[in-house]
């Protein structure tokens, strides 16, 4: 179990760039979900996968975000035209499904300025 | 909506003192699920406990014990004799029922509160 891996840790964009960041999950979880935390605050959902189904997107989640999982393994998160209120951390985390007992874990985040 | 409020920003004690962080939230859901996280300086939340809306039983593990009060719609997580690796910012957590997959309840919508700054100092 090497815990849930995300890539980069940090990323120092330009007003208008594209990011890309990664997670990695447990192997065997089979969700997995995006949050976003900024300063000061508690983490906030985005979105939700089961395997490679993506079964629901925070309104928080404006057009120029996408989240993929192809294969219902790794997934990224995608920002387009990043502006500068999308600095934040951006935390992945994944669970078992079906048992569901409730216990989401965590990645340490890629943390997004944008300057 | 579902809300969480977590009403202490910073709390700050000596070490071997006990400390109570409290949670209040707010659902329409008849079943839900609350949570207690720790998020340490190194950024990751770590789950300490989870608490169904139907089991008011509360629970002690170690230093950590929680107060499930359904009737006051509190949460409340209490550390005894705390210790300095305790600091960290605590986080309540309350989970929809709402959604069922492939036989499973999802529990991975969390509502988060702001979160609670702890200091433990020696």
């Known amino acids: 179990d090497t815990g849930v891996s995300q890539n980069p840790r940090h990323k120092i964009t330009k007003r208008g760039q594209n990011v890309t960041f990664r997670c990695d999950p447990i192997?065997?979880?089979?969700?997995l979900y995006w949050y976003r935390q900024t300063l000061g605050q508690g983490p906030e959902f985005l979105t939700y996968f089961q395997n490679e189904a993506q079964l629901e997107k925070s309104r928080l989640l404006s057009d120029r975000f996408s989240a993929e999982r192809p294969k219902g393994s790794f997934s990224t998160l995608e920002i387009q035209r990043t502006e500068q209120g999308d600095s934040a951390m951006y935390l992945c985390?994944?669970?078992?499904?079906?048992?569901?007992?409730?216990?989401?874990?965590f990645g340490e985040g890629s943390r997004l300025t944008v300057l | 909506a579902q809300k969480v409020t977590q009403a202490q920003t910073e709390i700050s004690v000596v070490e071997k003192e006990d400390v109570t962080l409290d949670c209040v939230y707010e659902?329409?859901?008849?079943?839900?699920?609350l949570f207690w996280y720790k998020q340490p300086p190194s950024g990751e939340l770590v789950f300490l406990i989870r608490r169904n809306s139907f089991d008011e039983q509360n629970e002690i593990s170690g230093r950590y014990s929680w107060n499930f009060q359904k009737s006051t719609s509190s949460f409340n997580f209490t550390i005894t004799a705390s210790q300095v690796v305790d600091s960290a910012v605590y986080f309540c957590a309350l989970s929809e029922s709402g959604f069922r997959n492939a036989g499973g309840t999802s529990y991975g919508k969390l509502t988060f509160g702001q979160g609670t700054i702890l200091t433990v100092h020696p």
């Open positions: 192997s065997e979880h089979n969700r």
């Open positions: 659902t329409r859901d008849t079943t839900y699920y």
């Open positions: 985390a994944s669970s078992r499904g079906l048992v569901g007992t409730g216990e989401l874990f």
